[in-house]
């Protein structure tokens, strides 16, 4: 393999220190939006309830509602957790240019449904709004949570761009990603 010199990131960018910045501050971010309220419903002047997206995944799954739970718990926690280990991995592991490649194809995969609970929160509050008794409106966990999506598609890309400068292979290759 002509290509298989393997070295972090980190090493060909010692002083970018502020990647490791990033995702830590990511990380915090991302764990106070999934603690948070994204939802607050109320019913008649009685009953109101809100939920963050751990206690609304826990919620479902024990209600019964295992594939939308199922897809909640892996899009909306363990998919972001994830993702920013990868970039921390990706960032500090020593790769080929080809395995640097194959991860990042797999986090841009993946990072499509990353959105997926703020789409879902989005149309509770929409049907709960058309009428009735039951009222529904987004919290600050949701707006936090998309903040937390989009920044980390934002650090994707910036570590991406950086990966791509290392090798001239990388720069056909992710080019096209």
């Known amino acids: 393999m002509a290509n298989a010199k393997r070295k972090s990131l980190s090493e060909y960018y010692p002083k970018r220190l502020d990647i490791v910045v990033y995702l830590i501050l990511l990380l915090g971010l991302l764990i106070t939006a999934q ?20 206690s609304g ?15 909640l718990l892996t ?10 280990c990868i970039l921390l991995v990706l960032w500090f592991g020593k790769f080929t240019d080809d395995q640097r490649l194959r991860a990042f194809k797999w986090l841009e995969i993946l990072g499509r449904w990353s959105m997926l609970d703020v789409f879902v929160v989005a149309m509770i509050v929409v049907i709960a709004k058309s009428g009735g008794a039951l009222k529904a409106s987004p919290k600050i ?34 080019a096209d990603v």
């Open 35 to 54: 603690c948070l309220p994204v939802l607050a419903i109320k019913k008649f002047v009685f009953w109101n309830s809100q939920y963050s997206l751990w």
């Open 141 to 174: 966990g949701i707006y936090l949570f998309a903040i937390a999506v989009l920044l980390s598609l934002v650090v994707t890309v910036h570590i991406r761009s950086l990966a791509r400068r290392v090798s001239p292979k990388a720069q056909r290759a992710l």
């Open 57 to 71: 995944t826990i919620g479902l799954l024990r209600g019964g509602h295992y594939g939308l739970g199922l897809i």
């Open 75 to 84: 899009f909306s926690i363990f998919f972001p957790f994830a993702k920013i």
